[in-house]
């Protein structure tokens, strides 16, 4: 079946960086269009930046423009967030997502305090 499995999240300082990868399993990652969510508490789910299925089309929310950046490597089936110049405002659960087929990963948190 279908598997999303986010990591690298964690406690960072502001200005730092994190990594996040999402390992997927269970379909043909190379034909797909893959994206990064975020949730942060109270708010609704926001849609943070988005990739084509051979990367070669990005878009990111204007919010994380300039400060975030998505790839993926086909190879590993595999989707990273690189993240930096992290704010408090980018504190949120991550999550990876499988566009066209509406499967969600579990998430992993990102929290972005002194």
């Known amino acids: 079946q279908v598997q999303l499995v986010e990591s690298g999240g964690g406690l960072v300082q502001p200005g730092g960086s994190l990594k996040l990868s999402c390992a997927a399993s269970g379909f043909t990652f190379s034909t797909y269009t893959m994206s990064w969510y975020r949730q942060a508490p109270g708010k609704e789910r926001e849609l943070v930046a988005i990739?084509?299925?051979?990367?070669?089309?990005?878009d990111y929310a204007g919010s994380v423009k300039g400060r975030f950046s998505i790839s993926r490597d086909n190879d590993k089936s595999t989707l990273y967030l690189q993240m930096n110049s992290l704010q408090p405002e980018d504190t949120a659960v991550y999550y990876c997502?499988?566009?066209?087929?509406?499967?969600w990963g579990q998430g992993t948190q990102v929290t972005v305090s002194s």
């Open positions: 997502k499988l566009e066209s087929r509406g499967i």
């Open positions: 990739i084509s299925a051979r990367g070669g089309g990005l």
